[in-house]
């Protein structure tokens, strides 16, 4: 079993659509977890980090549930521009030495 | 301000031979880490270090060596390619305990 599981995608929706990601992590120890977002052929970049309580930047909407161990990244008002791959990241230790990343999620917005 | 520069961006090498991808950044962070990336399989981590002169292994670090003399610096040396290193290599940095990693535009790097 893969440390941290995303469904590939992809994802297609129109622009204006909400669509959300999952992501499920098997290490209940883990503490930091994070979405990074990557565009094809680039390298990936933080989008959020996720906190306990859950938290919001702008459109993007980031939740934690430690007890079924799963993260979700919520996208609202989608744009063309939000058309990349979507990254679950999770710490395989305390310290955030040694992060474990998913395969990731394709997402496709269409005008 | 660079950020986290890589070279070379491409590389072509043949089964057996040696060679070191190039890393640095210039954000004074004190992690560093390199990690490949495969289609379907997502990043995975090779090997990392926590600052100058301290380096530890990651999920996949066989067939790759890395050293730390500096803070800026963390070369990833191939000692005998072979074709199943085939792949896009990352290099990232971070402040420690953020978590929070910023990458390298990466080496794309094909093993015949």
């Known amino acids: 079993r893969k440390e941290v599981e995303q469904d590939p995608g992809p994802f297609n929706v129109p622009e204006g659509a909400t669509v959300a990601f999952n992501c499920t992590y098997s290490n209940s120890a883990s503490q930091s977890f994070f979405w990074y977002r990557q565009d094809c052929r680039k390298e990936p970049k933080l989008l959020m980090s996720v906190y306990s309580s859950g938290n919001e930047d702008g459109r993007f909407t980031a939740q934690l549930n430690r007890a079924s161990q799963y993260i979700s990244l919520l996208i609202r008002d989608s744009k063309l521009s939000d058309s990349a791959t979507y990254l679950c990241?999770?710490?395989?230790?305390?310290?955030?030495?040694?992060?474990?990343f998913g395969a990731g999620t394709r997402l496709t917005v269409k005008p | 301000n660079a950020g986290v520069t890589q070279t070379p961006k491409f590389q072509v090498l043949k089964t057996g031979q040696s060679m070191t991808l190039q890393c640095a950044q210039d954000?004074?962070?004190?992690?560093m880490s390199w990690y490949r990336q495969d289609p379907g399989m997502g990043l995975r981590l090779i090997h990392y270090s926590v600052g100058a002169g301290i380096t530890d292994q990651g999920e996949v670090p066989n067939g790759y060596n890395v050293s730390r003399s500096t803070t800026e610096d963390f070369p990833l040396r191939l000692l005998s390619a072979a074709p199943s290193q085939t792949s896009v290599y990352f290099c990232a940095s971070s402040n420690a305990g953020t978590g929070t990693q910023y990458f390298g535009p990466g080496t794309r790097l094909l093993v015949l």
């Open positions: 954000m004074n962070h004190e992690y």
């Open positions: 990241v999770v710490n395989a230790q305390y310290n955030n030495n040694d992060m474990r």
